[in-house]
């Protein structure tokens, strides 16, 4: 079978490129130059998406990307900027290469990675629709969400379920349908006006979720409201008949609920995660547990930190779905048994780790080798190394400008000068030896 890939990227030079290293290894790409208007209209399916830095507001685009597509695997290209980069992670890149046209090598593993994501969440997504989704309400949040949500399943009003992406309203639908007289009965997920038309009349005696309501179309809104007031429903080609059906709403913002105005409904709201950081660790359990068995892998577990950590994060980007993202992946690309902080967050774990952290996790791998040297020089080495790089850094900060350099730094000129000279540092401007 092709692995398919979205290709977003102006740079016809780029596109030749990767398709020429990657379509030999079975590796599919459809190329667009331009994103549409609206990240909600790109057709990503299971497809993972390289998205170009060089495209005007990319920062904007990856935030929009993984706004509509949670799940998206999403690599960028970097523009030569580290830290736009750097940002396209924390707006939730989940791979970037290391140049625009890294070896080839480099290059399929990067997408061998992100499509063996993509691949085993689908089979992932096709076991878990034949088992029953678990609710963790270990936080009186949620507890409370729990209570009313088995009040709301004796009841056959419409339902809006408000939360942020991520929050679990998709879950929280079923499990109230599950749980109503309309149980063993259809319940089908609609996210735009032609689903409807398709599927409420497939959805007869059972249950109609209505996915992000709040991007719905005026004339969408207006056919819900019929639908919901009328009980009444015309297909194309054909006369109106009764429509059977239990609406439920997803939105994510209190305001969206004005688009019912003078229907009457039941509202749930869903606590982000930040407000129930009790059920954090549960959660990130259950998905680690989840994924194991289906892969019929050995159990992996959660060092120390990367407890510490997860408790520690806010999960402003999506929730328990960014969580669940975030254990898969680690589970997916962990070698070992323990998943600890950087295997979570990637990239992140070095902008947020203390600079001792940093230290340790550079110089490990680098004393194991020299250990094995009798004789080594390896302290003088790396002081001289951490010297030449805050020297460097700090001369090209201040434009050359010593004396703002060895403030900079916390020492006097002539010990700065000392320093140049001793190291060796090229001018930042012309690569010629530093002068006074």
């Known amino acids: 079978m092709q692995k398919s890939f979205l290709l977003i990227t102006p740079d016809e030079a780029v596109a030749s490129y990767y398709k020429t290293?990657?379509?030999?290894?079975?590796?599919?790409?459809?190329w667009k130059k331009t994103p549409p208007a609206n990240a909600r209209g790109i057709n990503i399916g299971s497809r993972p998406v390289v998205f170009d830095l060089q495209l005007?507001?990319?920062l904007t685009g990856v935030a929009d990307l993984k706004a509509y597509h949670p799940e998206a695997q999403l690599i960028v290209i970097p523009n030569g900027d580290p830290e736009k980069t750097r940002e396209s992670v924390n707006k939730g890149a989940s791979f970037t290469l290391p140049e625009r046209m890294p070896d080839a090598g480099n290059l399929k593993e990067v997408f061998r990675k992100a499509y063996s994501v993509v691949a085993s969440r689908d089979e992932l997504e096709r076991l878990r629709a034949l088992t029953e989704d678990v609710v963790i309400a270990k936080s009186a949040p949620m507890k409370k969400v729990v209570k009313e949500m088995e009040a709301l399943a004796r009841s056959d009003q419409p339902l809006v379920l408000c939360?942020?992406?991520?929050?679990g309203r998709g879950l929280a639908a079923r499990r109230i349908h599950q749980g109503g007289e309309r149980?063993?009965?259809?319940?089908?997920?609609?996210?735009?006006?032609?689903?409807?038309?398709?599927?409420?009349?497939?959805?007869?005696?059972?249950?109609?979720?209505i996915k992000d309501f709040g991007q719905f179309t005026a004339e969408g809104v207006e056919a819900v409201g019929r639908l919901i007031?009328?009980?009444?429903?015309?297909?194309?080609?054909?006369?109106?008949?009764?429509?059977?059906?239990r609406i439920m709403a997803g939105v994510g913002r209190p305001e969206e609920t004005a688009l019912l105005a003078g229907i009457e409904f039941r509202l749930l709201n869903l606590p982000p995660l930040r407000e129930?950081?009790?059920?954090?660790?549960?959660?990130a359990e259950c998905f680690l547990e989840e994924l194991s068995r289906f892969?019929?892998?050995?159990?992996?577990?959660?060092?120390?930190?990367?407890?510490?950590?997860?408790l520690e994060r806010d999960f402003e980007k999506g929730n328990a779905g960014e969580l669940k993202e975030l254990v898969h992946r680690a589970c997916f690309l962990t070698k070992g048994i323990g998943i600890g902080e950087k295997d979570l967050f990637g990239s992140e774990f070095l902008g947020k780790c203390s600079f001792k952290n940093f230290l340790e996790e550079r110089l490990k791998g680098y004393l194991r080798k020299m250990a094995q040297i009798e004789r080594s020089?390896?302290?003088?080495?790396?002081?001289?190394e951490v010297e030449r790089s805050l020297i460097e850094l700090a001369l090209a900060e201040t434009k050359g400008n010593k004396l703002r350099a060895a403030k900079a730094l916390g020492m006097n000129r002539n010990t700065l000068r000392a320093k140049i000279k001793q190291l060796r540092i090229k001018d930042f401007k012309d690569g010629s030896p530093a002068g006074p």
Not at 163 to 167: L, Q, S
């Open 377 to 384: 020089s390896l302290f003088d080495t790396v002081v001289q």
């Open 163 to 167: 939360g942020e992406p991520g929050t």
């Open 229 to 245: 007031k009328d009980r009444e429903f015309t297909l194309a080609g054909a006369g109106p008949f009764q429509a059977d059906v």
């Open 21 to 30: 290293v990657l379509e030999p290894s079975g590796f599919g790409i459809e």
């Open 295 to 310: 892969l019929k892998k050995g159990r992996k577990h959660f060092t120390k930190k990367a407890r510490e950590a997860l």
């Open 183 to 209: 149980a063993g009965m259809p319940f089908l997920k609609i996210a735009r006006l032609e689903d409807l038309t398709d599927k409420v009349g497939k959805a007869r005696g059972g249950t109609l979720y």
């Open 276 to 283: 129930r950081r009790e059920d954090i660790l549960p959660l």
């Open 56 to 58: 005007p507001d990319a």
